[in-house]
């Protein structure tokens, strides 16, 4: 079945630089959006189509697309920025939205 | 832009049923597409399945699709998800989320979400 893959968990430098990336065959074919969930919190777009943020998001997120994998990209990473991160896309084999497992974002 | 407001807790039974609505304020409605998206403890999101009002047909995930319906009320602007048989392992938030587009294959871009409602499923 159609599924994307994400890295459990990634960590990165207060001010640095991290890429988040989500693989899947589904991406080949569509752009993958992102979410951030915080604790206690509803998820949020915070990244969607070949490079685009909703209102409100700072510009230090940024995305990519190559292949079969999607990157999200955090520069000048901030403490507020720690939270899980889901890409999804469109699975047109089974005609339904899939979701990668995750990654947990920790900010040192 | 639309606002969606959810149901409250809900404590149930296993085997049982469980409604959780989702009241849309603001923006487009009929034309939107609205998912319904699961967090269990300890787990990532789960979508599991939407619909688009104007259409009236829904799509679910494989895995559910004995178990989940999903409607929606025009006149009053709300989406309803039922999960049937009821297991412990339903115990999770739930979520309703509104596409940017109201497109089948653009319904991954989900950008107002519901508050949550907290299912909780024991004995």
């Known amino acids: 079945s159609s599924e994307l893959t994400q890295d459990p968990a990634v960590s990165v430098a207060l001010g640095q630089t991290v890429r988040i990336t989500c693989q899947g065959d589904?991406?080949?074919?569509?752009?993958a959006s992102w979410y951030q969930q915080k604790p206690g919190q509803a998820p949020a777009l915070v990244l969607y189509?070949?490079?685009n943020r909703p209102s409100g998001i700072p510009d230090r997120f940024s995305g990519s697309s190559s292949g079969n994998t999607a990157s999200l990209t955090i520069t000048g990473t901030q403490a507020e920025d720690e939270a899980d991160y889901y890409c999804?896309?469109?699975?047109?084999?089974?005609?339904?939205?899939?979701f990668g497992g995750g990654t947990k974002l920790t900010v040192l | 832009q639309v606002q969606l407001v959810q149901s409250g807790t809900a404590v149930k039974k296993p085997g049982s049923s469980v409604r959780v609505s989702c009241k849309a304020s603001?923006?487009?409605?009929?034309?939107?597409?609205i998912s319904w998206v699961r967090r269990a403890p300890g787990q990532g999101l789960e979508w599991m399945g939407a619909?688009?009002?104007?259409?009236?047909?829904?799509k679910y995930a494989q895995k559910l699709q004995d178990r989940v319906t999903i409607t929606a009320d025009e006149s009053t602007r709300t989406a309803y998800m039922e999960l049937s048989s009821l297991r412990s392992e339903d115990t999770a938030v739930y979520y309703c989320?509104?596409?940017?587009?109201?497109?089948?294959?653009?319904?991954?871009?989900?950008?107002?979400w519901g508050q949550g409602t907290t299912v909780s499923v024991s004995s």
């Open positions: 989320a509104s596409a940017i587009v109201g497109e089948w294959d653009l319904l991954n871009t989900m950008d107002v």
């Open positions: 603001g923006g487009t409605f009929s034309t939107s597409g």
């Open positions: 619909i688009i009002p104007i259409l009236g047909t829904a």
């Open positions: 589904s991406l080949r074919s569509y752009y």
């Open positions: 189509g070949k490079n």
């Open positions: 999804n896309s469109w699975d047109n084999i089974n005609n339904v939205v899939i």
